[in-house]
């Protein structure tokens, strides 16, 4: 694993541009239905306590209609460079995770989130307001998405080859 400092990852490209994905809009987006054991796309989900407990009472109002930016990392740092680099484009929400996750239910690569153990990562506000990072991974064993939300304070290491979700 290479791991870089603040100073070098100003001077690389961290995040590479794959495409750009268009999501919709949702008038009021209530996570603790989306992502139940009963959610409207059928999706197997396998979530991590911390998501719950951060999101499961989140409701978001009036979610606008826009693109996504999907980038690779590549190199592996924390999470705090990546959101330095992605600016005032760093924050999303859950609605537009889960419109992706609804196009991939059963995992299948055929659309825009990986499926090869890399995590897919979005930045994304919880109900006290703080920033966490929200990863999905699909677990072929599981056969389903295990969500979960880490801190941006006390950060893991994101993985080159990892994929970033940002405002397009």
């Known amino acids: 694993m290479s791991v870089i400092t603040s100073r070098q990852a100003a001077k690389i490209e961290l995040l590479k541009p794959v495409t750009v994905v268009s999501v919709g809009d949702a008038k009021r987006f209530v996570v603790s239905e989306a992502f139940g054991p009963d959610n409207p796309a059928g999706i197997k989900f396998w979530l991590k306590d911390n998501f719950k407990k951060l999101f499961f009472g989140l409701v978001e109002e009036n979610v606008p209609a826009t693109e996504l930016m999907i980038s690779i990392l590549t190199?592996?740092?924390?999470?705090?460079?990546?959101?330095?680099?992605?600016?005032?484009?760093?924050?999303t929400k859950l609605a537009y995770l889960?419109?992706?996750?609804?196009?991939?239910?059963?995992?299948?690569?055929?659309?825009h989130l990986l499926t090869n153990g890399c995590a897919n990562i979005f930045y994304i506000r919880a109900m006290n307001s703080d920033f966490w990072s929200v990863h999905a991974n699909w677990d072929d064993f599981f056969r389903g998405w295990v969500v979960f939300a880490d801190s941006v304070v006390y950060p893991l290491w994101r993985r080159d080859g990892d994929q970033v979700f940002s405002l397009g």
């Open 75 to 91: 190199k592996s740092l924390f999470d705090p460079s990546i959101i330095a680099k992605l600016g005032n484009r760093a924050e």
């Open 98 to 111: 889960y419109e992706l996750l609804s196009k991939q239910p059963r995992g299948k690569s055929d659309h």
